[in-house]
């Protein structure tokens, strides 16, 4: 009110990290690629929009999903390059970069 917008804009940072598969998990897990003497990939998601509230309930709002990245969490002196090779194996390597900002892969 009072000419301020109650359009709310937000980022979802997440987490998460893609575990090696382990024979409990089943023929049909998703990360089956990933064999059990590898190291976890881990990376962060992050999801941007905006939320407008619902014109006819005042519970609710309408939310809009405007882009987003998916990133790689380097480790320090791991040493191990080919976990950075299975991460861009499994996610385009045009299409994402390091936390750092930088991707060194051309």
Known sequence: RYGSSPVRTYNLVTPF???????????????????????????????????????????????????????????KDDGNNAKNEKWFQIFDHHQTSSISGTNDRK
């Open 17 to 75: 990290s893609i575990e090696p598969w382990k024979p409990e998990f089943g023929v049909n897990s998703p990360n089956k690629g990933i064999r059990e003497d590898q190291a976890r990939i881990r990376g962060i998601m992050t999801t941007y929009g905006f939320i407008l509230p619902y014109p006819t309930q005042s519970h609710r709002f309408s939310v809009w999903f405007t882009g987003g990245s998916i990133e790689m969490v380097e480790e």
